[in-house]
């Protein structure tokens, strides 16, 4: 298996902006995490699902952030509209069962 | 949600020393507990999970203290390679619920 598939790897965009973000868990595993991670707040978890299902929001940040799992090899992170405070290096990991989590390389995102 | 806190260091060891370093959680309710491994500008990866009875895996040894409420990591005989940021992971309920990341403590191994 590849492991875990980001992409974008790098993306730059200006406040204001849509930015979606894509994970490819790896196969068989059916939790899926969205994390953030800056400096000052360190590695915070947004979101994850269960078997395509969001199971806990309650550390996405605010209405501009959403996250969708269609089916079990796809998610998406999007930020509509985008602003500075954003800028940071945002994860996705999977895990099955519940215990060692895999994590994606990550996207960098930066928002002038 | 409840805090789980390191010292963010850095921490400063020579090749070759033993050093160790803590992690404290604030609910006591807490379940599960893992560290995982962060080199610069990479992805977590775990280095281990922390069970009740401990948990050794060569030079690595974690440790519950249920009663203060902290998880430590031990490193021997402290390898260059072993330079990263450590991270711990509490989750305090069913699921993933509650999981929460420590902001890491940064090891330095001086040659």
């Known amino acids: 298996d590849a492991g875990v598939i980001q992409s974008p790897r790098h993306e730059v965009t200006e406040m204001g902006q849509e930015v979606t973000l894509r994970c490819k868990p790896i196969s068989g595993h059916d939790y899926l995490f969205w994390y953030r991670q800056t400096m000052m707040r360190g590695l915070e978890l947004l979101i994850y699902f269960n078997n395509n299902v969001p199971i806990d929001d309650s550390g996405m940040p605010e209405d501009r952030f959403s996250a969708k799992m269609p089916n079990a090899s796809f998610s998406t992170l999007k930020i509509q509209p985008s602003e500075p405070r954003d800028s940071a290096v945002y994860f996705c990991?999977?895990?099955?069962?519940?215990?060692?989590?895999?994590f994606g390389p990550g996207t960098r995102l930066t928002v002038l | 949600r409840k805090e789980v806190e390191q010292d963010p260091g850095p921490f400063n060891v020579p090749e070759g020393a033993t050093v160790a370093f803590n992690c404290t959680y604030s609910?006591?309710?807490?379940?599960?507990f893992f560290w995982y491994r962060q080199d610069c500008r990479k992805e977590p990866k775990l280095l281990m999970s922390?069970?009740?009875s401990g948990n050794e895996d060569g030079r690595f040894t974690a440790q519950l203290n249920r009663a203060s409420q902290y998880i430590s990591l031990l490193i021997r005989d402290s390898k260059l390679s072993d330079s990263a940021t450590y991270l711990c992971v509490v989750i305090s309920g069913g699921g993933a619920d509650g999981l929460t990341f420590g902001k890491g403590t940064h090891l330095i191994i001086q040659p």
């Open positions: 990991a999977s895990s099955f069962p519940l215990g060692e989590q895999f």
């Open positions: 609910n006591s309710a807490s379940q599960s």
């Open positions: 922390v069970y009740s």
